[in-house]
């Protein structure tokens, strides 16, 4: 009996310097795996094991293997969920009855590789692993001691085990941080190029660069949205055919899509993407909208993407989305610029085409006006004198808008005035400037045009109206009617029909109001036009009118008529009117 007590007493001695030597040995290393193996080569070389694990915890209630002896790593699943459930060394084939359905899992995988014992390493009432051993090498039994000393050296190791957590913690920490710096310094750089250049391919080719060079990614798209689809501005797929049609309905995505075996294609788009060797999907924002999307094929090397990478990702698709649109407004800005200033020279040349002055016509009143509108059109008028009894007047509608509209302007005054001193026929000078216009323009752009020679002497007008808005004749102060007779606009035909001129009588008191198309179809509120048949009223109303009093008349009715609304068209008018004294 003396014996026994001596020799226990003895083991409790050799345990105790045992645990004493393996705490110094585990305490002063802050290596996981080397503090792991020791906890295993120490626990199977006193009690002669020759198969153990190590779990310890990555998660709350998540454990993953980290050191095994004896064993293949093949044997087992790597990964377990394991709640706080047992403070003691605890028999395998007990916890395969256990009440969690997770423990018995872990139980029927430890039995499969002949594990008999796990063993809790718990701090402070938590558990920080767990170690799995085998049965011994000698058949026996584990006994009540070996239970103490296996708990005596959980206890040790869990400290050790939790410090070396800490210590891989902060390391891989500090690693993600240091990937984190270079990637922020990397996005720096590259945001810093992108928004340097307002060129869209030279952003398109820095996002390539960032792609291939710091994820690993040779394969992938960009989609960008045009206002109105979305269209490849980007491809890197030799193989990708899929209609960009199908692809709209992604334009509204804002998560990142990662096709896997846990989250395969859910519809027809995706299948198409993924079977097109497509692995991620990326919204690319700006100003938080949708802007187009990011298609990445696999990496090379394989491997899939972690969080801080896709942050990356996240982060450099949306600083390519804001440079392009950044591109795009500048893009805009200039195009805008430059039609201001088209717009601008376009109303010095129609500007210096009209009349400074209008000359004085013994016994005749002529006034004339013209309001550009926003935009600028070909509206012309001229009044010039041929001879001491004879002036031309001519009104004219270039179609089209801006420089070219004016330069034809240009054409038709140039017209004009070679043509007019000629003393032809009306008729033949008109077929004159119609063939001079036919041969300088293209076929999208013709004039109307109104012309005609007053005769002061024989108190006659004689004009051809090419096709012109029809001038107005308020005669004997009583009777108005249309100017009519001529033929077709200029412009459109080499040889048209032969023109047809009119000679009238102007008594006193006689007018003629002729206008562009901005009069008549002048727009109101409501979407209506001022009308033909509102012009015609309004010319009779103005027979007593001075011709300077006639054109203030018509024109503040239009621009009451048109209250609320922007001009859409030039407002051009020319009134001729013989003074009632003459």
Known sequence: MNTENTDNALDIISDSAALLELSTILNASTDLEFILGNVLLSCMGKLLVTRGIVLVQTGASHYRIRSIKGLRSDDFDLEYDLPEGWEHVQRVSDLRTAAHPAIREFADCAAGCELELVIPMRLNERMVGVVGLGKKITGQKFTSADMTFLESVAAVAATAVKGALTIEELRILNRRLDTKVQEMNTLFETSREMNTTFEPDTIL?????????????????????????????????????????????????????????????????????????????????????????????????????????????????????????????VKETIEKQRIEKELSVAKSIQKGLLPSCIPAVPGYEIAAVNESSQQIGGDYYDVMRLSEHEYVLAIGDVSGKGIPASLLMANVQAALRTISPLRLPLPEATERINALIYSNTSADKFITF???????????????????????????????????????????????????????????????????????????????????????????????????????????????????TAQSDDITMLVLRRSPQS
Request: proline share 5%.
């Open 205 to 329: 080719r820095i996002l390539s660069y960032a792609l291939m060079g710091q994820l690993r990614v040779m394969r992938f798209a960009v989609f960008t949205w045009d206002g109105e689809r979305l269209r490849p501005v980007l491809m890197k797929l030799p193989d990708f055919d899929i209609d960009t049609d199908a692809l709209q309905e992604l334009m509204e995505l804002r998560e990142t899509i990662l096709f896997s075996e846990r989250r395969p294609p859910e519809n027809a788009v995706e299948n198409a993407l993924h079977a097109a060797g497509i692995h991620t999907v990326l919204p690319m924002l700006s100003q938080h909208q949708p802007r187009g999307i990011l298609c990445l094929g696999e990496r090379v090397g394989g491997g899939r993407f972690d969080t801080l990478e896709l942050e990356y990702l996240h982060a450099l698709a949306n600083i390519a989305s804001s440079a392009l649109e950044n591109a795009r407004l």
């Open 450 to 564: 109104f012309w005609g020679i007053l005769d002061t002497r024989a108190h006659s007008f004689e004009y051809v109206n090419a096709g012109h808005n029809h001038p107005y004749l308020l005669h004997d102060g009583t009777r108005t009617r249309m100017l009519d007779a001529g033929g077709l606009i200029l412009g459109i035909m080499e040889h048209p029909p032969p023109y047809v001129s009119e000679r009238i009588a102007l008594g006193p008191g006689d007018m003629i109001v002729t206008y562009t198309d901005g009069v008549n179809e002048a727009m109101s509120h409501d979407m209506e036009e001022f009308s033909d048949e509102r012009l015609a009223d309004l010319v009779e109303q103005c027979r007593t009118l001075t011709a300077e009093e006639t054109l203030q008349r018509i024109r503040a009715e239009i621009v009451s008529f048109t209250a609320g």
